[in-house]
């Protein structure tokens, strides 16, 4: 069993829409990441959390340590950011490289 | 860019034989990390390694192995090769190897066993 669960596993929007990709996770957790990978397969760190919230341009994340979730927000989508977002996650008491991976959600952008 | 680079991109090869991946880290990160991504399997971590020394192990194989040379490069060595190692495969790089540290990856190498 997956420890790392996304939702949903493919998406697709309109653009300019606002979207949420969810990420849960089981137990406690020092840190949490979301990654981007795009169809040529590059891997890009999009966000890293251990509380609270973070924005970058049009990309926010949250995430609920008590809830053990997080989400990332897209507001006004683009083609561009038809991709695959990835969450993952390092639990405590893991070894510090251990990162546990969910298995992405694929998100279509329509123009 | 990430500043990580890998090489090969692509590699093909018949199973059975042996590989080596190669990674150089961002400037002045100490720790490297190893990811496959297999269609079945997702993103898996294999081994991290800072300064010089294993820090952590994954889901590696005993046929595969890693190190990191004193000028911080990195190589994974890929032996016995199976159909089932088809895979891209994932470095990264961080500064010092921290939980709480960004990693940076690199384009993957892409290797195809046949």
């Known amino acids: 069993k997956n420890e790392v669960e996304q939702s949903p596993q493919n998406l697709t929007a309109q653009e300019g829409e606002f979207i949420t990709i969810n990420c849960s996770y089981s137990?406690?957790?020092?840190?949490l990441h979301w990654l981007q990978q795009h169809p040529g397969g590059g891997i890009v760190s999009l966000f890293m959390l251990s509380s609270g919230k973070k924005k970058h341009g049009r990309l926010i994340a949250t995430i609920n340590i008590q809830e053990k979730h997080s989400s990332l927000h897209i507001t006004a989508s683009h083609p561009r950011d038809s991709a695959v977002y990835i969450c993952a996650v390092r639990y405590y008491g893991g070894s510090q490289g251990n990162l546990i991976f969910g298995k992405g959600t694929k998100l279509s952008v329509k123009p | 860019d990430s500043g990580v680079t890998q090489t090969p991109k692509h590699l093909i090869t018949a199973t059975g034989q042996r590989v080596t991946l190669r990674c150089s880290p961002r400037s002045g990160d100490l720790s490297v990390y190893w990811y496959q991504q297999s269609l079945d399997q997702g993103l898996q971590f294999l081994i991290q390694?800072?300064?010089?020394?294993?820090?952590a192990k994954g889901n590696i194989l005993e046929r595969f192995s890693a190190q990191q040379f004193p000028d911080l490069h990195s190589e994974l060595n890929l032996s016995s090769l199976e159909l089932g190692d088809s895979a891209l495969y994932f470095c990264?790089?961080?500064?010092?190897?921290?939980?709480?540290?960004?990693?940076?990856f690199g384009p993957g190498t892409r290797l195809t066993v046949t």
């Open positions: 390694y800072y300064n010089g020394e294993e820090r």
């Open positions: 137990v406690g957790i020092s840190a």
């Open positions: 990264a790089s961080s500064t010092g190897g921290l939980e709480f540290d960004e990693q940076y």
